[in-house]
């Protein structure tokens, strides 16, 4: 059996993953890499000539050609990192996408890091924003909501990790049967594709849940619903959009009863996130 170091099972797996298709091989490679051999990437560097035994590379053998039929990397290695939480990752809800860091960010500094209320998250999947918010603004409450058992309990699993964390977690859908009215913010990424979005999606997004990224016909089947029930309960609302909705969204929460309707770009400048206020709400 011939020797495999670590640099040439680098560099064949990198070539593997370049020939399917995959963006980024080399770095795809590495993460799966450090994973296995639990070290960090860097490390990976100053070990080249290592050699790797039979039990370090079957393993990596079975993960890159998972990689390679192009399973996204977070199902693969069943975890991800998001606003510097590590939270496990599944099929059963959709991989946190790092764009949706900036709406945590944007929460914060809206609301400050001192705000104090019940903030709900909406359509929480994995429970990422509702985790991340948590660990930003201490003296909030925070209330998780899906419609999805299996991404609840994904949600609860990625919680218990956190205990000291102020989330509780809620079967529903979007806030039909919330009575609080009192409530400081709502979140949420919602679904937001379009139906014809959803026909040209590359592989690894086509293995998250449909129901995760199918908005209706014109990706807003759910924001509109959420829109009218959030301006009975919540001062602030926060969405992550599709990039084409911007205009529209403004204007569903103009006439629903929000004011200062700020559209905001993502680091690729396309209108990417909408914040708004109530009328009449100090």
């Known amino acids: 059996m011939p020797v495999k170091s670590i640099l040439e099972v680098l560099n064949a797996s990198t070539d593997f993953l370049a020939k399917k298709g995959v963006e980024s091989p080399r770095l795809q490679t590495e993460l799966i890499m450090a994973h296995v051999l639990e070290i960090g990437r860097m490390q990976l560097y100053l070990e080249f000539e ?14 890159i050609k998972r990689r390679g039929r192009r399973e996204p990397l977070q199902h693969i290695i069943e975890e991800t990192e998001f606003h510097g939480l ?62 999805d058992d299996h991404a609840l309990r994904l949600a609860e699993e990625n919680g218990a990790a956190y205990p000291h964390l102020k989330v509780s977690w809620q079967k529903g859908d979007l806030l039909k049967g919330v009575k609080d009215q009192g409530a400081l913010a709502v979140v949420a990424n919602l679904p937001y594709l379009t139906s014809d979005e959803m026909k040209h999606l590359n592989p690894e997004v086509q293995q998250d849940p449909y129901s995760a990224l199918h908005g209706g016909e014109d990706g807003l ?32 929460l ?7 309707v700020e559209v905001h770009e993502d680091l690729l400048k396309r209108e990417r996130f909408v914040v708004a206020k109530k009328a009449g709400e100090s």
């Not at 290592?50 to 993960?63: D, F, G, T, Y």
């Open 254 to 260: 103009l006439e629903a009863g929000y004011i200062d």
């Open 50 to 63: 290592r050699v790797l035994n039979e039990k370090e590379l079957a393993p990596l053998r079975e993960m």
């Open 86 to 147: 590590k939270v496990k990752c599944s099929p059963k809800a959709l991989v946190p996408r790092p764009e949706t860091e900036y709406l945590v960010e944007l929460v914060v500094k809206k609301l400050g890091e001192n705000a104090q209320g019940v903030i709900y998250d909406i359509g929480t999947g994995s429970g990422v924003i509702a985790l991340s918010l948590a660990h930003e603004l201490n003296n909030a409450e925070f209330v998780a909501v899906d419609v």
């Open 221 to 252: 089947d759910l924001v509109r619903h959420l829109i009218k029930q959030s301006v009975e309960i919540a001062t602030w609302i926060f969405l992550e959009i599709g990039i084409k909705h911007g205009s529209i969204v403004k204007e569903l």
